[in-house]
């Protein structure tokens, strides 16, 4: 759980992630919260909570989740954000796509279903999110659903072959990471999440939106330029034979 402000939503995260009965171990790391989410965390039994020095920002944040859920002999990683807007109910399936070795990433989709508005996800991030996942699919070769979910599953196979530090400390680390996972040839799954927007759930203002976008699409298009042999990319290393 990549945690930022999380106080009010955190507890009831982990109570249900923890009632699926699967999960060994929770990873939190706070990137200096200004509210209560350290003291919290730190009374969660199975609980490893891990403090920013200082606000680093929300990818740098998922690099230290990974890290410590590779330590603690994570074989399937789970992330969610503990803002309780995405169910911990679909954990269950979502580990055993990766357990019963089919996958080993798996996304949890608001888009996939149909029912993203419904669930409330303001129409103006509900048509960004169409936008960049149209224009994504076509970069990155891929039919995924959308690319910005806060719910993913991973193998340790996998997060040991991704060169995750040299991805962004920001929001678009995300993206970078879902284009790093097809760049190594892996599959990608999904699976139906309900969609849940209330005040604590979204903090994202407009702008922040609007650079993240751009981002998304530099990642894309830098993807498939690397792929072209026409620039080379720390975060899409060694070209499938262009140079
Ligand atoms: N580490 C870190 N996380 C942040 C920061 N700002 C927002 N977040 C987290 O980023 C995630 C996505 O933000 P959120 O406001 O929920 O966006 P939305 O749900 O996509 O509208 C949440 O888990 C936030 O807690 C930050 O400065 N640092
Ligand atoms: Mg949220």
Known sequence: MPAYNAAKTLRRTWNEVMDQEIVDRVIVVDDQSRDETVAIAKNLPDTVVHRHEENMGYGANQKSCYRLALENGGDIVIMV????????????????????????????SRILGGYALKGGMPAWKYMANRFLTLVENILLGAK?????????????????????????????????MLAQVLWYGYAIAEVSCPTKYFPEASSINFHRSLVYGFACLKTALDFRLAKMGKIRSPLFPGNTGAF
Do not use: W
């Not at 040991?160 to 970078?176: G, H, M, R, Y």
């Open 81 to 108: 954000h503990p803002d309780y807007q995405y169910t911990p109910k679909l954990i269950p399936a979502m580990a055993a796509m990766i357990g019963n070795d089919l996958y080993h990433c798996v996304l949890g």
């Open 144 to 176: 995924l659903s959308e690319y910005h979910t806060g719910y993913r599953a991973f193998s340790r196979t996998l997060l040991e072959a991704l060169p995750l530090e040299k991805n962004s400390d920001d929001f678009v680390f995300d993206n970078q």
